[in-house]
């Protein structure tokens, strides 16, 4: 038993060996020691360039945050006219204190914690008007 275990203990210490790259390479090295994530510093220009230059349209919030219950109508999320009808007649003040602040199931911005609370009244202007 102990000529087995050794061996499977050296089998599996070779395996790990192999997949990693201790070799002294200045390659091998350089992959060592390269960052696993990056820091984003205000005004850097290369970051800048692909961050977003306004706030998501009330579409492009819908789609992505929105539309997993809404479009659905999971959990009673108003999803057709009908549905928005008596929602709507407790005026935009309330939709937007509810989406913002959570409501009954649905959970604080519907789970889009990176909106800004324009692009959440945007959300509620495109879901209402379809």
């Not at 090295?29 to 692909?50: F, M, T």
């Not at 959570?102 to 959300?123: R, V």
Request: proline fraction near 5%; charged fraction near 20%.
């Amino acid at each position: 038993m102990k000529k087995l275990s050794a061996a499977l203990l050296l089998l599996a210490t070779t395996a790990y060996a192999q997949a990693y790259d201790n070799s002294l390479t200045e390659d091998a090295i350089k992959k060592r020691l390269a960052p696993i994530g990056s820091v984003y510093l205000e005004g850097d220009k290369a970051a800048a360039a692909a961050e977003p230059t306004g706030p998501r349209s009330g579409e492009q919030v819908y789609q992505a945050a929105c539309f997993a219950c809404h479009g659905t109508g999971a959990l009673g999320a108003p999803k057709s006219a009908d549905d928005w009808a008596p929602r709507i007649a407790k005026g935009m003040d309330t939709l937007l204190d509810h989406a913002i602040n959570g409501f009954n199931a649905m959970p604080p911005k519907g789970t889009c914690m990176d909106c800004s609370d324009e692009e959440i009244s945007a959300a509620i202007d495109f879901m209402t008007s379809k």
